[in-house]
């Protein structure tokens, strides 16, 4: 695969201050197919000081300017989706057909929708005898996980952009080659030099150094809530902004009354797409228990319909898990499950093949609500379906864990799903089996999170405000 050999830094492609370097890997052969420099603080500090530099004349540039290159940018972006595409599946190890359809389809609706919005946003208000300004925060350091390599650099690239804000991005070291061909797009789309600089690198060293720098306004974080705490306090002793989107561990709750074989089968479908590599995943299904067992059985023929292996076969729906450490993460979790008592459905912790970071599709039932696998986010294609007996208890079960990214509700009617997802201690509900809109705002409660990403909540993440009284 291709990879430049530098940092992407005032508009040009310099070369890394150190020697160290990182090798990335195949998770589906366990091949090393390229590498990028290992960036540390200097890098950072040069990609600051040429984000600082650039900050007054981006954030002087007209909104509807700035929308425009956006859409430039949306429109590399499409041009380029077949190599993206290609990247993400060879780096992440994501089915093909997932990867075009997903993991650059979705960052090219989210560029158009600021595109769009960036043109149109109200950046100043009319209060009483008060002018009030809505400017951009300033200098913004992204640290992206790889878990969605592309929509989530574009999910924090474009609003800081359409704010007015100028970046440096710290992508996932596990998913560089991504970014890499992401700052081509950026200089291909004109955007000015110094406006989005680019350091690839671990998170203890650069993604730390860049979360500290005295240069830096506002850090935006995506990955576990283990890390963000981590951010957060880092952050914090600068008096300094963050927007954290952190784990999950998100109920699917199916009411009496729903359809359950379509409700069963779109909540298998979310755990096990991007091989359960989502934060928002709905990996714990509530059902009735009178409708219980059927559920399981349904479960059970569901994730038959997803067989792992080659990301490149189009008969493939589940790729690997990213790296060895989250293969050996996940099987844990998995002996864990049967060792406290829950019933193994299908799957298991042996490994499907001998070559590569796969997981075996995974459902349990008999799960309780205490269980490590109830609550504690696995991060894999592992499902417990837990029963309840009422609406109160089903809420108590949704709401019973330290997160709160997303959840699911399906009911015979809407009126009865609105009136229980109003209920839950969560930043997003989908509704009868919602679609995705990439203007809905995105985030947590608890401990899933600061901010939210996407649409005009998204974009006021990046900016601060201002009164001029009169």
Known sequence: MKAHDGMYIDGAWRP????????????????????????????VDAAVLAARAAFPAWAATA???????????RDVLVARKDEFAEIITAELGSPRGFSEMVHVGAPIAVSSSFAELGASYAFEERIGNSTVLLEPVGVVGAITPWNYPLHQIVAKVAPALAAGCTLVLKPAEDTPLTAQLFAEAVHEAGIPAGVFNLVTGTGPVAGQALAAHDGVDLVSFTGSTAVGKQIGATAGAAVKRVALELGGKSANVILPGADLAKAVAA???H?????????????????????YEEAVSLAAAAVAKYPSGDPGDPGTRLGPVINAKQRDRIRGYITKGVEEGARLVA????????????????????????????????FGPVLSILPYEDQDEALRIANGTVYGLGGAVWAEDEETAVAFARRMDTGQVDINGGRFNPLAPFGGYKQSGVGRELGPHGLAE?????????
């Open 271 to 291: 755990v096990m797409n991007n091989s359960g590599q989502s934060c928002n995943a709905l990996t714990r299904m509530l059902v009735h228990r009178d409708q």
């Open 16 to 43: 890394a201050a150190g020697r160290e370097r990182i090798e990335v890997v195949n998770p589906a052969d366990e091949q090393v197919i390229g590498g990028v420099p290992a960036g540390n603080a200097d890098d």
């Open 347 to 378: 799957g298991g912790p042996e490994a499907p093949y001998e070559q590569g970071y796969f997981i075996a599709p995974t459902v349990f039932a008999d799960v309780t609500p205490e269980m490590t696998i109830a609550q504690e986010e696995i």
């Open 462 to 470: 990046y900016l601060q405000t201002k009164s001029l009284q009169f």
């Open 267 to 269: 909540g298998v479908g």
């Open 63 to 73: 909104p509807a300017e700035r929308a425009a290159l956006i859409g430039a940018l």
